[in-house]
C-alpha cells in the first residue's frame, strides 16, 4: 500500500494531532491547547472549521488588501496553473513576467522603473541589500560595505534582514549576524506622540542621527539606509513630519543608497500605492510583497531606480550583471495572480477607498481610549495600533488573552506584538464592520483584568 493511501485525510479540517507543525512565530504550547483554526475565506471573514464566521481584522498577516477569494484572482491563479505552471527565470522567461514588472514600475513613482522578483517579503529585503552592495562594487566604490538599519525595525527573517531590523527577540537568539550593519534610533516617543492620528508633529529631528553615523564611519564605508516608512510589526509607527525626507536629503548628501522596505505599506494599506507617493520622497529601491497578490500566492521583489539597474548594463553582453536569484523567481503562477490583484484594486478604486476612510477609520479606533488599560492609540492610513497597559512580571500576556478571547468568543481575528493590539484590514472592510470591529474591541478591553 503507498504511503498516501496510508495517510488519514478525514481529518485535514479538524486534525486531531496537532504536533507535527511547527508553528513560526507562535507560543506553539498555548496555541495547541485553545487552537484558532480557520478552514475557508471571502471577503472579509474567515470561517473556522464548523462554521463560524471571523472578522479578518489583519488583513491576513498584513497581506489580503483585497480581501479574500476574489474570482478575478481565483480564476487567473486557476488558469495560469493549467496553461504553465513553471518557467525558469534564470536565462529564459514568460512573458507575463515583464508585464507584471512593467505595471509595478508605473505604479512606483519617478524612474523607479526596474523590478527583481523574489519570492517573499525576507527574500525581497536580501535581495535589495545586495543589490546595494554590488551597486557600489560595480560602481569601482568597493569600500561601500556598511548597511544601516532601524531600531524596532522589522525586515523578513533572512540574514541580512534580521541584521539589519531593529527587534530584538527576532535577533538575539542567532549568533553575530552580518557585521558592518548600524542602526538608527525608532521614532516612537509617547510622551511626546500619545493618540496620534497619521504622521506626528514630534521626532523629523531624529533623521540627523544618520549625521552621527556618517561622521563615525565615514560615508565612503556606508553602501545603503533601510528603513520602514510606517514601522509595522513592532507595533505600527507613522513616520515623523518631514522625517522621511531628510533621511532622503541626508542620504543624497552624503552618496547613500535609501531602500523603503514597503512589505507592508505598498498597495493601498496607506491610501496610495506607495508610501513612497504618500509623502513624495522618492527611495532608490523599494521592497514589496504580500499586497501584490493580496496574499494567494508567495511573491516578493524589488523595484529599482535607473539609475541602479543601468550601473550594472556594462561589460560583455553574454556574461550575467547580478548573480542572485530565486528558482521561483516571477513564478507564472504568482505572476498571474499579481496582474489580477493590480486589476482588482485599479478596478475597484481601493487605494483611494482606503484614503476615504481613514479619518472615520481613526476616529472608530480613538473611540477605545480610555478603555481600561489602553495607554496609546496610533493610526495612519487603514491601520491602527493599541498600546495595553503589562500585566506585572508578565509582558504580552494581556494582548494575548485579547487575541485569543477575540477569536474565541468576539467572532475577530486581531495581531499582537507585545501589549500592543495591531490592526490593518482588508481594505474592502465597509463602514459598518469598522464600527463592529471597534465596538467589539471595546466591550473585549472592559472585561481584560
Known sequence: MSVAHDIDTSAELSPNDLEAFWMPFTPNRAFKKNPRLISRAKDVHYYT?????????????W???????RAPIVEAIQKQAAELDYAPAFQFAHPKAFALANRLGMMAP?????????????????????????????????????????????????????????????????????????????????????????EPEWGAHL?????????????????????????GSTGVLPPP???????????????????????????GRLGFGTAAERYGVVPDMITFAKGVTSGTVPMGGVIVRKPVYDAFMNGPEHV??????????AHPIAVAAGLATLDVYLDEGLFDRARELEGEWADAAMSLKGKPNVVDIRTIGLVAAIDLESRPGAVGARAYEAMDRAFHEYDMMIRVTGDTIALSP???????????????????LGELS
Open 49 to 61: 472549521p464548523d462554521g463560524r464566521a471571523v472578522l479578518d481584522a489583519t488583513a491576513g498577516l
Open 63 to 69: 497581506c489580503c488588501n483585497a480581501g479574500h477569494g
Open 110 to 198: 519617478a524612474d523607479l522603473d526596474h523590478v527583481f522578483f523574489a519570492n517573499s517579503g525576507s527574500e525581497a529585503v536580501d535581495s535589495a541589500l545586495k543589490i546595494a552592495l554590488a551597486y557600489w562594487n560595480v560602481q569601482g566604490k568597493g569600500s561601500k560595505t556598511r548597511l544601516i538599519g532601524r531600531e524596532r525595525g522589522y525586515h523578513g527573517v533572512g540574514f541580512g534582514g534580521i541584521s539589519v531590523g531593529g527587534i530584538v527577540n527576532n535577533r538575539k537568539f542567532f549568533g553575530g549576524l552580518l557585521t558592518g550593519v548600524d542602526h538608527l534610533p525608532h521614532t516612537y516617543n509617547r510622551a511626546e506622540q500619545a493618540f496620534t492620528r497619521g
Open 207 to 231: 533623521a540627523d542621527n544618520l549625521e552621527s553615523i556618517v561622521a563615525l564611519h565615514d560615508a565612503s564605508t556606508i553602501a545603503a539606509v533601510v528603513v520602514e516608512p510606517m514601522a
Open 241 to 267: 513630519k518631514g522625517y522621511l525626507r531628510k533621511l532622503r536629503e541626508i542620504c543624497d548628501k552624503h552618496g547613500i543608497l535609501l531602500i523603503f522596505d514597503e512589505v507592508i505599506t505598498a498597495f
Open 320 to 329: 550575467i550583471e547580478l548573480f542572485h536569484g530565486y528558482t521561483y523567481s
Open 426 to 444: 482588508p481594505l474592502t472592510i465597509s463602514r459598518d464592520q469598522i464600527g463592529g470591529l471597534f465596538d467589539g474591541l471595546g466591550k473585549l
